[in-house]
């Protein structure tokens, strides 16, 4: 508190002499609209109309500050880093249930921009430039399933009898309208991935290219 006393003589000698002497703070004041007072410590604070409610005195009344002073400067730094490098706003909010400082948004705008870690968070999101589509995707007067795209999606546990069994899917694409073929496979093995295509084939025709990924059993 002594250093709260000596911050706030030396930038607010006239308002605490006046206010000592049981006087208003005059109309140029910077402290005229904070309804400022000195309490039973010596220390100047923000009146206002929240006496009565059940808020703790720091918050009903805070402590006010100067914009040029290294306490003031130390002070919103200090919450700056304990709220975990949040916002503007945040910063405000916190700093309010103790502190009332004039200008405080000059000082937090000046340590938010300055801070490394909150320059990381805030950088611009780099976006990947899309390459251009395959020619299959391009290519017109292509029937459907012409050139497909095949995967695998499961396992699905299901009843066979009084056993518990995996079946997988299999999923074949259409790579120039997006129409969608589903069968189903009984295993992970190659046969049954023949199996899969031959069925896919005997309802859709046999495609030109079939493009998969680096799966076993493809």
């Given at each position: 508190m002594t250093i709260i006393r000596f911050v706030q003589n030396q930038h607010f000698d006239d308002e605490v002499q006046r206010l000592k002497d049981k006087l208003n703070v005059k109309r140029t004041s910077r402290?005229?609209?904070?309804?400022?007072?000195?309490?039973?410590?010596?220390?100047?604070?923000?009146?206002?109309?929240?006496a009565r409610s059940n808020l703790t005195e720091?918050?009903?009344?805070?402590?006010?500050?100067?914009?040029?002073?290294?306490?003031?400067?130390?002070?919103i730094q200090g919450i700056h880093r304990s709220i975990g490098h949040l916002g503007k706003n945040a910063i405000l909010t916190e700093l309010r249930?103790?502190?009332?400082?004039?200008?405080?948004?000059?000082?937090?705008?000046?340590?938010?921009?300055?801070?490394?870690?909150?320059?990381?968070?805030?950088?611009?999101?780099?976006q990947?430039?899309?390459?251009?589509?395959p020619s299959e995707r391009v290519t017109q007067d292509t029937a459907p399933f012409t050139i497909v795209g095949m995967?695998?999606?499961?396992?699905?546990?299901?009843?066979?009898?009084r056993c518990t069994v995996k079946r997988y899917g299999v999923i074949f694409t259409c790579l120039k309208i997006r129409a969608v073929h589903l069968e189903v496979a009984d295993s992970l093995n190659t046969s049954s991935c023949i199996n899969a295509i031959r069925r896919f084939i005997?309802?859709?025709?046999?495609?030109?290219i079939i493009r998969s990924d680096?799966?076993?059993n493809l």
């Open positions: 402290l005229f609209k904070l309804d400022s007072y000195i309490d039973e410590k010596g220390i100047l604070r923000v009146g206002g109309r929240l720091t918050s009903k009344h805070p402590i006010i500050l100067p914009k040029q002073s290294t306490l003031s400067y130390s002070i249930q103790k502190y009332w400082i004039i200008g405080a948004n000059g000082i937090i705008k000046n340590i938010v921009s300055k801070c490394v870690i909150c320059r990381k968070y805030q950088a611009p999101i780099m990947q430039k899309m390459a251009n589509l995967d695998y999606f499961g396992p699905f546990a299901i009843k066979q009898r005997a309802r859709r025709g046999v495609p030109k680096n799966g076993t």
